[in-house]
């Protein structure tokens, strides 16, 4: 079953066409930035300072209801 699958996929991106293969290309690299560079740059984990489940919710409330 996963040989099949496999196969599926495999013949049809060797069988597409050079505008396809581009296209998937600009996805892949849209993905990247999506889910490693904003992360590392944009996206820290603040909560893993906080050393108990207590403390990590307090701020997080505290966020919630911050008002400017």
Excluded at 36 to 57: A, C, H, M, V, W
Aim: charged residues 25%; glycine residues 6%.
């Amino acid at each position: 079953m996963f040989k099949r699958i496999w196969m599926f996929y495999y013949e049809g991106f060797k069988g597409m066409t050079p505008l396809g293969k581009t296209l998937w290309l600009i996805i892949l690299v849209k993905l990247f930035i999506m889910f490693f560079i904003l992360r590392l740059f944009f996206f820290q984990p603040d909560l893993g300072k906080y050393p108990t489940d207590e403390e990590k919710s307090n701020q997080v409330i505290e966020n919630l209801t911050k008002t400017e």
